[in-house]
């Protein structure tokens, strides 16, 4: 199979604007196959716990597209303006700080996986999710089709007016970082706020899932962690087995040579005084 690159818009850079008053912000990145075979891809990054990237992977179909969005979570944006704060209020020392980035994975759809372009949900539901993952560790393991890498960078733009600047200096209260576009729930219709609980739930289920990414990642840290500290341990003591053999041998070479020069001794006074001989007379 030959290699299959998709096109992303935006093609370069990733812009997230950051603000004191608006939400959580967001990109769309539009992931475009312009073959005619199917495609698998996959979008990675060297911040996994900064954004929630939705979908992360799926299937496109010749000529077809797919809109990933991509949220820069809420607790990350306010440290990055804290950042951008302790660096003078410079956009481009924020740019020379900050260096994450995005990586679009693309190859062609392996035989035995095809039927997932079939199903319905199209690859994003739970199972066929597993599927996919199933597939792609085994491309990168057998390297059986090419695998075709696009990374993206990021740049976090800070976007506020001279009054916020001035308030931030004189250490505001953290409610300056607080949304205030909250919609009225009052004034919607029953069509509306339908729509809206399906978007808050949407959200939901989406923290939800990072929530027990974040739990997996930690259990495989401290696991990690646990065995660093054994096999420490275990180095620790080989290394103390081996000082208290050194000490051993070096004193076991010790006490024979002062019976050694004993005997030397004692033999010598021995032939002296059996020969008349004193100290004196040599």
């Not at 990350?76 to 660096?87: A, F, P, S, V």
């Not at 029953?190 to 997996?216: C, G, H, M, Q, W």
Request: include cysteine.
């Amino acid at each position: 199979m030959s290699a299959i690159e998709v096109e992303c818009t935006p093609s370069e850079n990733l812009l997230f604007n950051l603000s004191r008053s608006n939400q959580a912000p967001k990109v769309v990145l539009t992931i475009t196959n312009t073959k005619d075979d199917l495609a698998a891809f996959k979008v990675k990054t060297t911040q996994p716990r900064r954004y929630l990237v939705r979908p992360n992977q799926g299937i496109l179909s010749p000529g077809g597209k797919v809109d990933v969005t991509i949220l820069l979570v809420d607790k990350d944006q306010q440290l990055l303006l804290k950042k951008y704060d302790e660096l003078g209020f410079s956009q481009k020392a924020m740019d020379d700080a900050t260096k994450d980035k995005f990586l679009v994975q693309s190859c062609p759809l392996l035989p035995a996986y095809r039927h997932l372009e079939a199903m319905p949900s199209g690859g994003s539901s739970k199972e066929e999710a597993e599927r996919l993952t199933a597939m792609w560790n085994e491309v990168s393991s057998t390297k059986a089709v090419p695998i075709v890498n696009k990374k993206l960078l990021v740049r976090h733009m800070v976007v506020e007016d001279e009054n916020a600047k001035a308030t931030t200096s004189e250490n505001s209260p953290s409610l300056n970082y607080l949304p205030t576009d909250a919609p009225n729930y009052s004034t919607m219709t029953p069509e509306n706020l339908i729509a809206e609980i399906s978007s808050l739930r949407k959200k939901y289920d989406d923290l939800v899932t990072f929530s027990v990414s974040l739990t997996a990642e930690r259990d495989l840290l401290n696991n990690s962690l646990e065995q660093t500290r054994r096999e420490h341990e275990k180095l620790r003591k080989e290394r103390q087995s081996s000082n208290k053999m050194k000490k051993a041998e070096k004193s076991g070479l010790g006490y024979p040579l002062v019976f050694v020069i004993a005997m030397v001794m004692f033999m010598l006074g021995k032939y002296l005084n059996g020969n008349g001989l004193g100290v004196s007379e040599l």
